[in-house]
């Protein structure tokens, strides 16, 4: 069974940095993208980024790009959202995916999510 454990959210200031972490297990995790979205209180869920899990190529969102960094370290089984130039806006709660197909479909597997608060 997949599981997803994200940690190293919290409060932080503007302009300030945070990395957030999360665990993965229960597969090789081969063929899976993993990724990062958030949710902010009374709006949608929206993609931050994304990493394949072999190779290691990655995508971002608009609203993150050129200050946000994904990465995975497969022998921690651990991937890493670095956001610096953090605004008031990244607020939200911050859950970890990883998606693969299986038999045509598309599975996907969430964390709990970590809380992200950007205030002065």
């Known amino acids: 069974q997949v599981q997803l454990e994200e940690s190293g959210g919290g409060l932080a200031q503007p302009g300030g940095s945070m990395t957030l972490s999360c665990v993965v297990s229960?597969?090789?995790?081969?063929?899976?993208?993993m990724g990062w979205y958030r949710q902010a209180p009374g709006k949608e869920r929206e993609f931050v980024a994304g990493?394949?899990?072999?190779?290691?190529?990655?995508w971002y969102g608009d609203s993150v790009k050129g200050r946000t960094t994904i990465s995975r370290d497969i022998a921690k089984s651990t991937v890493y959202l670095q956001m610096n130039s953090l605004r008031v806006e990244d607020t939200g709660v911050y859950y970890c995916?990883?998606?693969?197909?299986?038999?045509?479909?598309?599975?996907?597997?969430w964390g709990q999510g970590t809380q992200v608060t950007v205030s002065a």
């Open positions: 229960g597969d090789t995790f081969t063929n899976y993208r």
């Open positions: 990493i394949w899990w072999n190779g290691g190529a990655t």
């Open positions: 995916v990883a998606a693969t197909m299986s038999g045509g479909q598309e599975s996907k597997h």
